[in-house]
């Protein structure tokens, strides 16, 4: 990997700081690694009519593909009530089917950042018997 788990860690970190989050004060920033080595950065942004509101992964995601970038190495995650991190803030179910449509589920790394670190996983453990892109594409 061209940047370590603990630099990604502190770009999730100064993502979370830009959540735009009136309505659950929920702060949550993720930084996503592409293969081609850059970053991309993302927060969660909520919205009054609430079912538009986007979680951090999938801004960064979102960021991602429209740049052209569609192969991943790893994404940090962190988030907390108030802006402070206890306990990891981990993806939400619609954010893991989003990461199954462009990541491996055995080499894709999370690292979920809690107060004492991170974890680390695969998205296989953190989506198991998921639903891949190659069983729609008959692979
Ligand atoms: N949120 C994320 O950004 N990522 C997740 O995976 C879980 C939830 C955000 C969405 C919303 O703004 C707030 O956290 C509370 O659900």
Redesign the pocket.
Same mark, same amino acid.
């Given at each position: 990997m061209m940047i370590t788990p603990e630099q990604l860690v502190a770009q999730a970190k100064e993502a979370m700081l830009r959540?735009? !989050?009136p309505?659950?004060d929920?702060?949550?920033g !993720?930084a996503l690694l592409g293969k081609s080595g850059k970053v991309y950065m993302?927060?969660? *942004? #909520?919205n009054a009519s609430f079912s538009p509101? *986007?979680? %951090? #992964? @999938?801004?960064a995601f979102s960021k991602a593909v429209s740049e052209g970038e569609k192969e991943f190495v790893a994404i940090a995650?962190v988030?907390g009530k108030h802006g402070e991190v206890k306990d990891v803030? %981990?993806?939400?179910g619609?954010? @893991?089917q989003v990461m199954a449509e462009f990541c491996d589920p055995d080499t894709f790394l999370l690292y979920l950042v809690h107060e004492n670190g991170y974890d680390t996983h695969t998205l296989g453990e953190l989506l198991p018997c998921g639903f891949y892109p190659k069983s729609v594409k008959g692979e």
């Open positions: 959540a735009y !989050a309505y659950s929920c702060f949550v !993720a993302g927060c969660n *942004i #909520e509101t *986007i979680c %951090a #992964e @999938r801004t995650i988030g803030f %981990a993806p939400c619609v954010c @893991r």
